[in-house]
């Protein structure tokens, strides 16, 4: 009886640490979620000027003169899958992994090359050596860099212009509120694949630029490629911070939920214990009394 | 009817750097220095790396930016740059010390000279735009 008591409070008290330590996770990655989430704010006002400047040039070029926008039968793909460095964040990698796996399994008789970031997709993929990997990168939620995104991006524009990939496609995870993150595959190339997801996200805004006559510097064609390899850079480097965001999301919801159910537990084995206690009590107390009464 | 200002914006993808309205805009256009009015034609030009600077009521404002593009219309300015600092952030001794470690480096046969001369040109900017915010 006296074992079991102990045993029982022993496992209440490394619950109660874990839950010290869930807690803690949470905080720090509320407070991580917020730093996130004003990245993601800070580079709403480019994203706005940027998109209407593509639009805008796009509308007003000969597409066949950009080698970005270049259609081609699509043979050979790419796909950037962007997982989390970290586990303990409930299903987020598990999630994209496997939305991964699906796109590529339906890809059939194409070439599906991987781009891996993150150290969980890495983990994953090493254990699968057939599946063909160009390239992984880790530690870069540390801090989502411009010029980390621009390099990546840039790496895949000289591919597609060399005819080594027919297709870039970006798969993250975005940020759509705290408790729920939706995973996005997204064209990066071939352009036109890009534009129609653009075309709908116009029509929704519904803002219509006008035709006023630009003057470019220097000519749209030129100013076009550039425009696009900016957009290209820029669509990587916010996939890294949706992904960033909703890694910190999940995480938070992962340990705060975790530590709910810590509490429960303690709550639980508490009563257990109280009522081994109570009934150890009772019996030594009629123990008592029944030997009294014999006595007596 | 002209505009008396432009509404100035300057955003780079990490934040929005500068927003007022002002009299006078000068940029660093690809083709060369630009300045805008108040009224000017609407016009969509390349940015390199240079010193931006524009006038206004408050007096005068100096930025370092790097390559980028800049939107044009008669009311409105939109700077979109890859980076962009504003002079009163710059540390001059490290942008200096960027600097001479990049011409450096220019010089060495392995480094792609491009490269290389591209962050020349965005340091020098920036070295730039903090002596003449402070020349003023």
């Known amino acids: ?296 | 009817m002209i505009p008396s200002k432009i509404h100035l914006e300057v955003v780079t993808p990490e934040r929005r750097v500068f927003e007022r309205d002002v009299d006078e805009v000068i940029l660093p256009g690809a083709l060369g220095m630009f300045g805008v009015l108040p009224g000017h034609a609407p016009m969509l030009s390349e940015l390199r790396a240079g010193v931006a600077t524009c006038h206004g009521s408050f007096g005068r404002e100096v930025m370092a930016i790097s390559a980028g593009f800049a939107e044009v219309t008669p009311e409105r300015v939109t700077v979109m740059a890859e980076t962009c600092e504003r002079a009163e952030e710059i540390d001059i001794a490290r942008a200096e010390a960027m600097v001479e470690e990049l011409e450096e480096e220019i010089r060495k046969p392995e480094t792609d000279p491009e490269i290389v001369r591209l962050r020349l040109m965005k340091h020098l900017a920036r070295v730039q735009a903090k002596r003449t915010s402070a020349g003023s």
Not at chain 1, 269 to 291: F, K, Y
């Open chain 1, 1 to 296: 009886m006296a074992n079991n008591t102990r045993e029982l409070r022993r496992r209440i008290r490394s619950i109660r640490n874990t839950a010290q330590l869930t807690r803690a996770m949470k905080m720090v990655s509320a407070a991580k979620l917020r730093r996130a989430q004003d990245a993601m704010m800070g580079a709403r006002p480019y994203a706005a000027a940027l998109k209407r400047t593509l639009v805008g040039v796009a509308r007003r070029s000969d597409p066949s003169l950009s080698p970005l926008l270049a259609q081609r039968e699509q043979k050979v793909v790419d796909l950037i899958v962007v997982t989390a460095d970290r586990g303990l964040c409930g299903s987020f990698n598990a999630n994209i992994i496997k939305r991964a796996e699906a796109w590529r399994e339906a890809q059939q008789g194409r070439e599906v090359h991987l781009t891996l970031l993150g150290r969980k997709a890495a983990d994953y993929y090493r254990r699968r050596p057939h599946i063909k990997v160009r390239e992984t990168i880790t530690g870069y939620a540390r801090e989502v860099s411009v010029q980390m995104a621009s390099a990546l991006a840039e790496k895949f524009e000289q591919r597609f212009i060399a005819g080594e990939t027919d297709g870039v496609y970006l798969a993250f995870n975005e940020f759509k509120s705290v408790i729920a993150q939706r995973i996005v595959i997204e064209p990066l190339l071939p352009f036109g694949e890009l534009e129609k997801v653009l075309d709908e996200q116009q029509r929704e805004g519904a803002e219509a630029t006008g035709h006023v006559d630009y003057i470019y510097e220097p000519e749209p064609q030129v100013l076009l490629a550039k425009v696009i390899s900016r957009f290209l850079a820029f669509e990587v480097y916010h996939a890294l911070l949706e992904s960033t965001a909703a890694e910190h999301a999940a995480r938070m919801t992962a340990m705060d939920s975790a530590s709910r159910n810590a509490s429960e537990l303690i709550d639980k084995l508490t009563l257990e214990m109280n009522r081994l206690r109570q009934a150890s009590i009772t019996t030594e107390i009629i123990e008592v009394v029944s030997g009294a009464q014999a006595l007596g």
